[in-house]
Each structure stands twice: as structure tokens, then as C-alpha cells.
């Protein structure tokens, strides 16, 4: 069965399967859990450091539901900026690493 460029996603895991057997589907899984690990850690750091900063400057104990939207929204933001760097790397270690699915190097 030949596969052509911009496959799938069906068609893509089965030519994975058929190249590389069942592992080759979790080919890259240790620098993604690295990058998952490093952004949830930066996400929690973030929230609570600025949901305590917020608390202290407002003289409050608990945050409303808009009040905890804008402090997530802050640690998301600082949490995409800070981490960014480590998911380029994961996708071009992924995708240069593999020549792409359509057998060629194409420029980032």
C-alpha cells in the first residue's frame, strides 16, 4: 500500500506500524514527557506564585472564578513563553529525525 504526502492521519500510523513495528508510534515519548514535565511545573509555579501575590495585594483569602481566569490566563502565558523552546526542539528533533513522513527534509 504506497502512502503519499500529507497521508492521514489513519494512513500515517499504519505506515509507522509497518516501518518501525508498535514502538516506533511512541518514537520521541521521552523528550515529550520531559517537555510536558517542565511545562506543568512551570504552569503550577507560576499559578501559585501569582494567585499568593494577588491574595497578599488585594488582603483577600480566596480568589472569584474571573479573578482565577486572569491568574491562569498570566501562568499560561508565562507558561508558553518560558517552555517554547523546548517544543521547537521536540518537533524538529521529531520531524528532521525522521526525514518526515514524506522522505524529504523540508525547511522549517
Avoid at 502565558?77 to 521547537?88: D, G, L
Amino acid at each position: 500500500m504506497a502512502f503519499v504526502c500529507l497521508q492521514s492521519t489513519r494512513a500515517a500510523a499504519l505506515k509507522i506500524i509497518k516501518e518501525e513495528g508498535l514502538v516506533g508510534l511512541y518514537d520521541g515519548l521521552s523528550s515529550s514527557l520531559l517537555g510536558i514535565a517542565v511545562t506543568n511545573f512551570i504552569y503550577y509555579g507560576t499559578f501559585e506564585g501569582s494567585r499568593t501575590a494577588y491574595l497578599k495585594s488585594k488582603n483577600k483569602l480566596t480568589l472569584s472564578t474571573l479573578e482565577a481566569m486572569a491568574v491562569s490566563a498570566v501562568a499560561g502565558a508565562t507558561t508558553s513563553i518560558i517552555s517554547n523552546p523546548i517544543w521547537v526542539v521536540n518537533t524538529r528533533q521529531t520531524y528532521v529525525g525522521h526525514n518526515s513522513m514524506c522522505g524529504k527534509i523540508l525547511p522549517l
